[in-house]
């Protein structure tokens, strides 16, 4: 089994959802992300999902472009990524770590040569957020060849043929979006995706993430309660380092309040 097989059985036998918290990594700076990912992990992300600094994240509303540029501002290049990951899978051997990333990034480095540095690196999945899925067979296939599990994009709108196609590609989880749009702190509406969840379901796919406007405590238990098993958040801590990050213990501590209380709602 992989370490997200192993995660969701623990949760499930525990009767908790899975959190996973969202960050740039090297924002605001490499030394303090590395920080920011220890107070994640012992306040209570069950995986983590760290985004590769990207000039053009297309899919990612403001607060995660300003996060990139913070990052990029700071010097951080893939290299560096790719050591601070080392260094996170060594403090932590059992954490899924997954990258959200871009396929430029993909391409200029190499696609084999990528995915192998991943799998060097001890990361478990990687999702190219502007990657179709119809599109993604040299990434699949190399992602296999690397034992890295290939995570592809549910949108709210899906289709039979794509819902089928998840089920037979999307590996570790398949990540629900709870709206169309980019990422950022808003509003969904649930009864929207209840029934997309239920036939997702039968159709057998990794099990279901929810990502997308979840900030708080009370869409947490709505998104748990629509049957998924578990929830990515992202811009909501985003913000806070925004916010802080020239306070560090103000930020740090601001930090361990929210990620204790999102996964507090998961249980």
């Known amino acids: 089994m992989n370490r997200y097989q192993i995660l969701f059985n623990r949760l499930k036998i525990k009767k908790e959802a899975c959190f996973i918290p969202f960050v740039t990594l090297g924002d605001p700076s490499l030394e303090i992300s590395f920080q920011i990912i220890n107070i994640l992990i012992d306040n209570g992300a069950d995986a983590l999902e760290l985004g590769i600094p990207f000039s053009d994240p297309v899919a990612d509303g403001i607060t995660v472009q300003k996060a990139n540029l913070r990052a990029l501002s700071s010097g951080i290049t893939l290299k560096k990524c790719f050591t601070m990951l080392l260094k996170i899978r060594k403090y932590y051997p059992l954490l899924p770590i997954g990258l959200l990333t871009y396929a430029n990034i993909v391409f200029n480095k190499g696609i084999n040569n990528f995915y192998f540095d991943c799998f060097q690196a001890g990361v478990d999945s990687i999702l190219i957020a502007d990657m179709p899925i119809e599109e993604s067979k040299i990434f699949y296939l190399s992602a296999i060849k690397n034992n890295i599990q290939s995570i592809f994009i549910c949108p709210p709108n899906a289709n039979d043929?794509?819902?089928?196609?998840?089920?037979?590609?999307?590996?570790?989880?398949?990540?629900?979006?709870?709206?169309?749009?980019?990422?950022?702190?808003?509003?969904?509406?649930?009864?929207?995706?209840?029934?997309?969840?239920?036939?997702?379901?039968?159709?057998?796919?990794?099990?279901?993430?929810?990502?997308?406007?979840?900030?708080?405590?009370?869409?947490?238990?709505?998104?748990?309660?629509?049957?998924?098993?578990?929830?990515?958040?992202?811009?909501?801590?985003?913000?806070?380092?925004?916010?802080?990050?020239?306070?560090?213990?103000?930020?740090?501590?601001?930090?361990?309040?929210?990620?204790?209380?999102l996964k507090c709602a998961t249980k």
Request: with cysteine; proline share 2%.
């Open 161 to 261: 043929d794509l819902m089928s196609k998840l089920s037979k590609y999307s590996s570790g989880y398949t990540y629900l979006l709870s709206r169309p749009g980019v990422t950022g702190i808003n509003q969904y509406k649930k009864k929207s995706l209840i029934n997309l969840i239920t036939k997702l379901k039968t159709y057998n796919v990794a099990p279901i993430i929810q990502g997308f406007g979840i900030s708080n405590i009370v869409e947490i238990k709505e998104a748990i309660s629509s049957n998924v098993s578990g929830v990515i958040c992202g811009s909501v801590i985003i913000k806070i380092i925004e916010e802080n990050f020239h306070t560090l213990e103000i930020m740090f501590n601001k930090l361990k309040y929210l990620i204790n209380q």
